[in-house]
Protein backbone atom coordinates (compact mmCIF):
# COMPACT_ATOMS: atom_id res chain seq x y z
CA UNK A 1 0.00 0.00 0.00
CA UNK A 2 1.21 3.47 -1.16
CA UNK A 3 0.23 6.83 1.17
CA UNK A 4 1.35 10.20 0.58
CA UNK A 5 0.99 13.04 2.62
CA UNK A 6 2.06 17.18 1.88
CA UNK A 7 4.31 19.67 3.85
CA UNK A 8 3.26 22.39 4.93
CA UNK A 9 3.97 26.79 4.56
CA UNK A 10 2.96 29.20 6.98
CA UNK A 11 1.29 31.87 4.91
CA UNK A 12 0.78 34.39 7.70
CA UNK A 13 0.77 34.96 11.30
CA UNK A 14 4.09 33.49 12.62
CA UNK A 15 4.99 34.60 15.97
CA UNK A 16 1.48 36.18 16.91
CA UNK A 17 -0.03 32.79 16.92
CA UNK A 18 1.77 32.13 20.41
CA UNK A 19 0.09 35.43 21.67
CA UNK A 20 -3.57 34.10 20.35
CA UNK A 21 -3.79 35.81 17.57
CA UNK A 22 -5.08 34.16 14.25
CA UNK A 23 -2.81 32.32 11.34
CA UNK A 24 -3.08 30.99 8.20
CA UNK A 25 -0.96 27.67 7.15
CA UNK A 26 -1.50 25.72 3.94
CA UNK A 27 -0.84 22.38 2.71
CA UNK A 28 1.96 22.27 -0.12
CA UNK A 29 2.38 19.96 -3.33
CA UNK A 30 5.74 18.67 -2.09
CA UNK A 31 4.73 14.83 -0.66
CA UNK A 32 6.16 12.58 1.35
CA UNK A 33 5.42 8.57 0.42
CA UNK A 34 5.36 5.74 2.72
CA UNK A 35 4.99 2.37 0.89
CA UNK A 36 4.70 -0.62 3.56
CA UNK A 37 3.28 -4.35 4.35
CA UNK A 38 2.29 -6.01 6.80
CA UNK A 39 4.81 -8.74 7.68
CA UNK A 40 4.71 -12.41 9.12
CA UNK A 41 8.15 -12.13 11.31
CA UNK A 42 8.20 -9.90 14.04
CA UNK A 43 10.19 -7.48 12.38
CA UNK A 44 9.95 -3.46 11.73
CA UNK A 45 11.89 -2.90 8.95
CA UNK A 46 12.35 1.35 7.75
CA UNK A 47 14.05 1.97 4.45
CA UNK A 48 14.49 5.89 4.35
CA UNK A 49 16.99 6.30 1.18
CA UNK A 50 15.82 9.42 0.19
CA UNK A 51 16.39 10.43 4.27
CA UNK A 52 19.59 9.86 4.22
CA UNK A 53 19.03 6.59 6.20
CA UNK A 54 20.48 3.85 4.67
CA UNK A 55 18.54 1.16 6.02
CA UNK A 56 17.04 0.54 9.79
CA UNK A 57 15.60 -2.30 11.60
CA UNK A 58 14.06 -2.18 14.43
CA UNK A 59 13.44 -5.00 16.87
CA UNK A 60 10.89 -5.49 19.09
CA UNK A 61 9.66 -7.55 22.23
CA UNK A 62 6.25 -7.31 24.03
CA UNK A 63 7.25 -4.62 26.33
CA UNK A 64 8.60 -2.12 24.17
CA UNK A 65 10.30 -0.82 20.49
CA UNK A 66 14.22 -1.03 20.32
CA UNK A 67 15.91 1.37 17.71
CA UNK A 68 19.21 -0.13 16.90
CA UNK A 69 20.96 2.65 15.62
CA UNK A 70 21.12 6.35 15.68
CA UNK A 71 21.85 7.95 12.26
CA UNK A 72 22.01 11.49 13.25
CA UNK A 73 20.30 14.24 11.77
CA UNK A 74 17.86 11.47 10.02
CA UNK A 75 18.12 9.36 12.98
CA UNK A 76 15.82 12.13 14.26
CA UNK A 77 13.07 11.82 11.77
CA UNK A 78 12.96 8.08 12.63
CA UNK A 79 12.33 8.28 16.19
CA UNK A 80 9.05 10.45 15.31
CA UNK A 81 8.85 7.11 12.89
CA UNK A 82 9.36 5.12 16.14
CA UNK A 83 6.86 7.14 18.09
CA UNK A 84 4.01 7.02 15.67
CA UNK A 85 4.27 3.41 15.33
CA UNK A 86 4.20 3.47 19.25
CA UNK A 87 1.03 5.29 19.21
CA UNK A 88 -0.71 3.09 16.40
CA UNK A 89 0.21 -0.16 18.50
CA UNK A 90 -1.02 1.09 21.52
CA UNK A 91 -4.51 2.29 19.82
CA UNK A 92 -4.68 -1.35 18.15
CA UNK A 93 -3.82 -3.09 21.43
CA UNK A 94 -0.86 -5.31 20.32
CA UNK A 95 2.19 -5.24 17.86
CA UNK A 96 2.93 -6.86 14.29
CA UNK A 97 5.85 -6.75 11.96
CA UNK A 98 5.79 -4.78 9.31
CA UNK A 99 8.07 -3.27 6.22
CA UNK A 100 7.37 0.59 5.27
CA UNK A 101 9.44 2.60 2.71
CA UNK A 102 10.03 6.52 3.42
CA UNK A 103 10.41 8.90 -0.24
CA UNK A 104 10.42 12.46 0.57
CA UNK A 105 10.24 15.39 -1.41
CA UNK A 106 10.25 17.95 1.57
CA UNK A 107 13.61 19.34 2.88
CA UNK A 108 14.55 17.86 6.14
CA UNK A 109 14.41 20.51 8.75
CA UNK A 110 14.04 23.79 6.51
CA UNK A 111 10.56 24.50 8.29
CA UNK A 112 8.50 23.16 5.74
CA UNK A 113 6.78 20.41 8.25
CA UNK A 114 8.96 17.12 7.04
CA UNK A 115 8.65 15.58 10.58
CA UNK A 116 5.13 16.02 10.54
CA UNK A 117 5.00 15.17 6.73
CA UNK A 118 6.78 11.87 8.08
CA UNK A 119 4.54 11.03 10.65
CA UNK A 120 0.61 11.32 9.44
CA UNK A 121 1.16 9.05 5.92
CA UNK A 122 2.92 6.49 8.81
CA UNK A 123 0.13 6.84 10.78
CA UNK A 124 -2.09 6.41 7.83
CA UNK A 125 -0.58 3.72 5.93
CA UNK A 126 -0.42 1.10 9.39
CA UNK A 127 -4.37 2.42 9.92
CA UNK A 128 -5.28 1.21 6.82
CA UNK A 129 -3.12 -2.06 6.91
CA UNK A 130 -4.38 -2.67 10.37
CA UNK A 131 -8.17 -1.61 9.19
CA UNK A 132 -8.26 0.67 11.64
CA UNK A 133 -9.54 2.95 9.39
CA UNK A 134 -8.74 6.19 11.47
CA UNK A 135 -10.42 9.69 10.31
CA UNK A 136 -7.74 12.04 9.01
CA UNK A 137 -8.94 14.13 12.04
CA UNK A 138 -7.44 11.31 14.46
CA UNK A 139 -4.33 11.68 12.11
CA UNK A 140 -4.11 15.17 13.26
CA UNK A 141 -4.61 14.76 16.77
CA UNK A 142 -2.72 11.98 17.04
CA UNK A 143 0.62 13.04 15.01
CA UNK A 144 0.26 16.20 17.23
CA UNK A 145 1.02 13.62 19.69
CA UNK A 146 3.74 12.10 18.38
CA UNK A 147 5.11 15.71 18.25
CA UNK A 148 4.72 16.60 22.06
CA UNK A 149 6.08 13.44 22.78
CA UNK A 150 9.55 13.61 20.59
CA UNK A 151 10.07 17.34 20.47
CA UNK A 152 8.37 18.28 24.41
CA UNK A 153 5.85 20.37 22.43
CA UNK A 154 3.46 21.10 19.17
CA UNK A 155 1.53 23.65 18.42
CA UNK A 156 -0.32 20.87 16.04
CA UNK A 157 -0.03 22.97 12.81
CA UNK A 158 1.92 20.56 11.12
CA UNK A 159 0.08 17.42 11.84
CA UNK A 160 -2.83 19.16 10.91
CA UNK A 161 -2.11 20.81 7.87
CA UNK A 162 -0.56 17.41 6.57
CA UNK A 163 -3.55 15.17 7.81
CA UNK A 164 -6.44 17.40 6.91
CA UNK A 165 -4.05 19.52 3.61
CA UNK A 166 -6.21 23.17 2.28
CA UNK A 167 -5.78 26.11 4.01
CA UNK A 168 -5.81 25.80 7.63
CA UNK A 169 -7.08 29.19 9.77
CA UNK A 170 -5.70 28.70 13.28
CA UNK A 171 -6.59 30.78 16.30
CA UNK A 172 -6.75 29.72 19.80
CA UNK A 173 -6.25 26.19 19.45
CA UNK A 174 -9.39 25.97 17.20
CA UNK A 175 -8.73 25.24 13.63
CA UNK A 176 -11.13 25.85 10.66
CA UNK A 177 -10.15 24.40 7.67
CA UNK A 178 -11.23 26.02 4.36
CA UNK A 179 -10.24 25.69 0.37
CA UNK A 180 -7.34 27.64 -0.92
CA UNK A 181 -6.45 28.06 -4.54
CA UNK A 182 -3.40 26.51 -5.99
CA UNK A 183 -0.83 29.53 -5.71
CA UNK A 184 2.35 29.12 -7.15
CA UNK A 185 4.66 29.64 -4.84
CA UNK A 186 8.78 29.70 -4.67
CA UNK A 187 10.48 29.56 -1.60
CA UNK A 188 13.79 30.33 -0.70
CA UNK A 189 15.61 28.28 1.56
CA UNK A 190 18.90 29.79 3.58
CA UNK A 191 20.34 26.46 3.99
CA UNK A 192 20.11 26.50 7.44
CA UNK A 193 16.91 26.72 9.52
CA UNK A 194 17.33 28.83 12.85
CA UNK A 195 16.22 27.51 16.24
CA UNK A 196 12.35 27.56 16.72
CA UNK A 197 13.04 27.63 20.44
CA UNK A 198 15.72 30.16 20.76
CA UNK A 199 13.30 32.47 18.36
CA UNK A 200 10.28 32.42 20.84
CA UNK A 201 12.44 33.09 23.29
CA UNK A 202 13.54 36.45 21.68
CA UNK A 203 10.06 37.50 21.01
CA UNK A 204 9.11 36.49 24.04
CA UNK A 205 11.83 38.95 25.72
CA UNK A 206 10.89 41.42 23.23
CA UNK A 207 7.67 41.55 24.45
CA UNK A 208 8.52 41.73 28.47
CA UNK A 209 10.56 44.99 27.24
CA UNK A 210 8.20 46.51 25.30
CA UNK A 211 4.43 45.15 26.00
CA UNK A 212 2.16 47.59 23.96
CA UNK A 213 4.69 48.39 21.28
CA UNK A 214 4.93 44.33 20.60
CA UNK A 215 0.85 43.77 21.16
CA UNK A 216 0.10 46.47 18.54
CA UNK A 217 2.62 44.51 16.26
CA UNK A 218 0.73 41.01 17.14
CA UNK A 219 -2.89 42.75 16.38
CA UNK A 220 -1.76 44.01 13.13
CA UNK A 221 -0.30 40.62 12.08
CA UNK A 222 -3.89 39.50 13.31
CA UNK A 223 -5.42 41.86 10.76
CA UNK A 224 -3.40 40.56 7.84
CA UNK A 225 -4.30 37.23 8.47
CA UNK A 226 -7.86 37.87 8.51
CA UNK A 227 -7.73 39.66 5.59
CA UNK A 228 -5.87 37.31 3.70
CA UNK A 229 -8.26 34.26 4.91
CA UNK A 230 -11.04 36.42 3.36
CA UNK A 231 -8.96 37.01 0.18
CA UNK A 232 -8.07 33.16 -0.09
CA UNK A 233 -11.27 31.09 1.14
CA UNK A 234 -13.61 33.71 -1.73
CA UNK A 235 -10.45 33.50 -4.44
CA UNK A 236 -9.64 37.11 -4.34
CA UNK A 237 -7.23 39.41 -5.55
CA UNK A 238 -3.54 38.31 -5.23
CA UNK A 239 -1.71 41.13 -5.93
CA UNK A 240 -3.66 42.24 -2.52
CA UNK A 241 -2.32 39.20 -0.77
CA UNK A 242 1.11 39.55 -1.87
CA UNK A 243 0.74 43.52 -0.15
CA UNK A 244 0.03 41.76 2.75
CA UNK A 245 2.74 39.18 2.31
CA UNK A 246 5.06 42.56 2.14
CA UNK A 247 3.20 44.09 5.56
CA UNK A 248 3.52 40.96 7.17
CA UNK A 249 7.02 40.92 6.47
CA UNK A 250 7.79 43.93 8.09
CA UNK A 251 6.30 43.31 10.94
CA UNK A 252 8.65 40.10 11.49
CA UNK A 253 11.59 42.23 10.53
CA UNK A 254 10.00 44.37 13.90
CA UNK A 255 10.32 41.54 15.84
CA UNK A 256 13.78 40.70 15.25
CA UNK A 257 13.02 37.33 13.40
CA UNK A 258 14.80 38.19 10.28
CA UNK A 259 18.42 37.64 8.94
CA UNK A 260 20.67 38.94 6.40
CA UNK A 261 20.55 35.98 4.55
CA UNK A 262 16.68 36.11 4.70
CA UNK A 263 15.71 39.60 3.90
CA UNK A 264 18.11 39.17 0.92
CA UNK A 265 16.08 36.23 -0.59
CA UNK A 266 12.64 38.44 0.10
CA UNK A 267 14.07 41.69 -1.25
CA UNK A 268 15.70 39.85 -4.17
CA UNK A 269 12.51 38.21 -4.88
CA UNK A 270 10.40 41.23 -5.06
CA UNK A 271 12.96 42.96 -7.29
CA UNK A 272 12.31 40.13 -10.05
CA UNK A 273 8.86 40.88 -9.74
CA UNK A 274 7.53 38.68 -6.66
CA UNK A 275 4.07 40.62 -5.87
CA UNK A 276 5.07 39.99 -2.92
CA UNK A 277 7.55 38.19 -0.22
CA UNK A 278 7.85 36.83 3.56
CA UNK A 279 9.60 34.99 5.80
CA UNK A 280 7.59 31.72 7.25
CA UNK A 281 7.96 30.05 10.08
CA UNK A 282 10.00 31.10 12.82
CA UNK A 283 12.75 32.92 10.96
CA UNK A 284 16.49 33.21 11.82
CA UNK A 285 17.29 31.34 8.83
CA UNK A 286 15.19 28.69 7.53
CA UNK A 287 12.67 29.76 4.38
CA UNK A 288 11.07 32.68 2.90
CA UNK A 289 8.06 32.53 0.03
CA UNK A 290 7.47 34.53 -2.61
CA UNK A 291 4.38 35.05 -4.50
CA UNK A 292 4.82 35.56 -8.25
CA UNK A 293 2.48 34.23 -10.41
CA UNK A 294 4.45 35.20 -14.09
CA UNK A 295 8.08 35.35 -13.12
CA UNK A 296 8.45 32.18 -11.13
CA UNK A 297 11.81 31.51 -13.40
CA UNK A 298 13.10 35.10 -13.06
CA UNK A 299 12.68 34.53 -8.97
CA UNK A 300 13.99 31.42 -8.75
CA UNK A 301 17.00 32.72 -10.43
CA UNK A 302 17.20 36.19 -8.47
CA UNK A 303 17.03 33.48 -5.47
CA UNK A 304 20.16 31.39 -6.45
CA UNK A 305 21.97 34.63 -7.32
CA UNK A 306 21.13 36.04 -3.53
CA UNK A 307 22.76 32.32 -2.64
CA UNK A 308 19.64 30.67 -1.30
CA UNK A 309 17.86 27.62 -2.87
CA UNK A 310 14.80 27.71 -4.77
CA UNK A 311 12.38 25.50 -4.48
CA UNK A 312 9.13 25.68 -6.51
CA UNK A 313 5.80 24.78 -5.56
CA UNK A 314 2.08 25.67 -4.55
CA UNK A 315 -0.51 25.39 -2.17
CA UNK A 316 -2.98 22.55 -2.64
CA UNK A 317 -6.30 21.33 -0.99
CA UNK A 318 -5.06 17.27 -1.22
CA UNK A 319 -4.40 15.97 2.65
CA UNK A 320 -3.22 12.75 3.64
CA UNK A 321 -4.09 10.14 0.76
CA UNK A 322 -3.90 6.29 -0.26
CA UNK A 323 -2.17 6.29 -3.71
CA UNK A 324 -3.12 2.73 -4.11
CA UNK A 325 -3.58 -0.52 -1.76
O1 LIG B 1 9.62 27.07 12.47
P1 LIG B 1 8.29 26.55 12.11
O2 LIG B 1 8.04 26.48 10.66
O3 LIG B 1 7.93 25.31 12.84
O4 LIG B 1 7.25 27.67 12.57
C1 LIG B 1 7.08 28.08 13.89
C2 LIG B 1 5.91 28.99 13.96
C3 LIG B 1 5.79 29.78 15.24
O5 LIG B 1 4.62 30.57 15.15
C4 LIG B 1 6.98 30.71 15.42
C5 LIG B 1 5.70 28.86 16.45
C6 LIG B 1 4.43 28.06 16.55
O6 LIG B 1 4.45 27.03 17.24
O7 LIG B 1 3.39 28.45 16.02
Do not use: W
Not at 116 to 127: D, E, G, N, Y
Not at 215 to 224: K, Q, Y
Amino acid sequence: MLVSAPGKIILFGEHSVVYGRGAIASAIDLRTYTEGKLLKEKIIKIHANDLKIPGLSISFSEEEIVLGTDYGKAGFVVSYVKSAIEKIFTEYGSRKGFEISIKSEIPVGAGLGSSAAVVVPTLKLLSELLEMNLSNEEIAVMGKNVEIEVQGSSSGIDPAVSALGGGLYFKKGKIERFSAPNLPLIVGYTGEKGSTKILLEKVKALKEEYPEILENIMDAMEDIASKSKKILSENGDIKELGTLMNINNGLLEAIGVSTKELSELVFASRISGALGAKITGAGGGGCMYALAPNKQREVETAIKIAGGIPIRTKTTDEGVRVEHK
